[in-house]
């Protein structure tokens, strides 16, 4: 089992960055494939982007490509998503989830195991 905190959220205008961080608790994070997921107003949860348990192998959705990476640091037990070029639709609370072995890539919130409380993201135009 693993817990998920999320941090680094908050209020930033279009073109700017914030980095968040994912910070698990548990010795099996190493474990766990850990997505991103974004959630606005009266919208479904989204997927935003994958990073493997090894972090040899990540994938965006396309809205985000080229704008926000995502890493991770094992021995931090920490994923992060690091977001350039925030845009006003960005705005939305951001969750980050974990996925046991083995990797698969999976977009779909109902392919996750555990998820965090969510971080708020605001991009001002």
């Known amino acids: 089992q693993v817990q998920l905190v999320e941090s680094g959220g908050g209020l930033v205008q279009a073109g700017g960055s914030l980095r968040l961080s994912c910070a698990a608790s548990?010795?099996?994070?190493?474990?766990?494939?850990i997505g991103w997921f974004r959630q606005a107003p009266a919208k479904e949860r989204e997927f935003v982007a994958v990073?493997?348990?090894?972090?040899?192998?990540?994938y965006y959705t396309d809205s985000v490509k080229g704008r926000f990476t995502i890493s991770r640091d094992n021995a931090e037990n920490t994923v992060y998503l690091q977001m350039n070029s925030l845009k006003p639709e960005d705005t939305a609370v951001y969750y980050c989830?974990?996925?046991?072995?083995?990797?698969?890539?999976?977009?779909?919130?109902?392919?996750?195991?555990?998820w965090g409380q969510g971080t708020q993201v605001t991009v001002s135009s």
């Open positions: 989830a974990a996925d046991y072995l083995p990797w698969t890539l999976k977009t779909t919130p109902e392919s996750y195991d555990y």
């Open positions: 548990g010795r099996t994070f190493s474990s766990y494939a």
């Open positions: 990073i493997s348990w090894s972090g040899g192998d990540t």
